[in-house]
């Protein structure tokens, strides 16, 4: 799988924090399948005719392409390689900041505290 950082398509480890779905049908049955944490996928189909659909889950932020891959065993070669590119959709700002107390707080004495940012955007804040 492929990110879009503004110049194309380029192989990029933030991948990683962004959830892609495959789901694969022949019309009668259905299977769902997910990149490893490489975002390498591997899926074994049948002889027959299969539609491959993707989805990134939980955000509207991204966007992949293409939606569906048609595929075709054995008329198609195989292995088949299907790369997919992730792009953003739009610019969207969304940080998320977490302040986690690491001991209780006592008047009048120092505490820890544990401070967790997430950039849950899809550009860099």
Request: charged residues 15%; contains cysteine; aromatic residues 8%.
């Given at each position: 799988?492929?990110?879009?950082?503004?110049?194309?398509?380029?192989?990029?480890?933030?991948?990683?924090?962004?959830?892609?779905?495959?789901?694969?049908?022949?019309?009668?049955?259905?299977?769902?399948?997910?990149?490893?944490?490489?975002?390498?996928?591997?899926?074994?189909?049948?002889?027959?005719?299969?539609?491959?659909?993707?989805?990134?889950?939980?955000?509207?932020?991204?966007?992949i392409?293409p939606?569906?891959t048609?595929?075709?065993?054995?008329?198609?070669?195989?292995?088949?390689t299907?790369?997919?590119?992730?792009?953003?959709?739009?610019?969207?700002?969304?940080?998320?900041v977490?302040?986690?107390?690491?001991?209780?707080a006592?008047?009048?004495?120092?505490t820890?505290?544990?401070?967790?940012?997430?950039?849950?955007?899809?550009v860099?804040?």
């Amino acid at each position: 799988m492929l990110l879009d950082i503004g110049s194309g398509c380029v192989t990029n480890s933030n991948l990683s924090t962004i959830d892609v779905k495959f789901t694969v049908t022949d019309g009668i049955s259905t299977d769902v399948f997910y990149p490893d944490s490489s975002n390498q996928y591997s899926y074994t189909l049948p002889e027959g005719a299969h539609i491959l659909n993707t989805e990134v889950i939980g955000t509207n932020h991204w966007m992949i392409n293409p939606q569906s891959t048609s595929l075709n065993f054995p008329t198609q070669a195989s292995p088949f390689t299907q790369d997919f590119c992730v792009t953003a959709n739009g610019t969207i700002e969304d940080l998320e900041v977490i302040v986690v107390p690491i001991e209780q707080a006592r008047p009048g004495f120092d505490t820890d505290y544990k401070v967790v940012v997430k950039n849950k955007g899809n550009v860099t804040s």
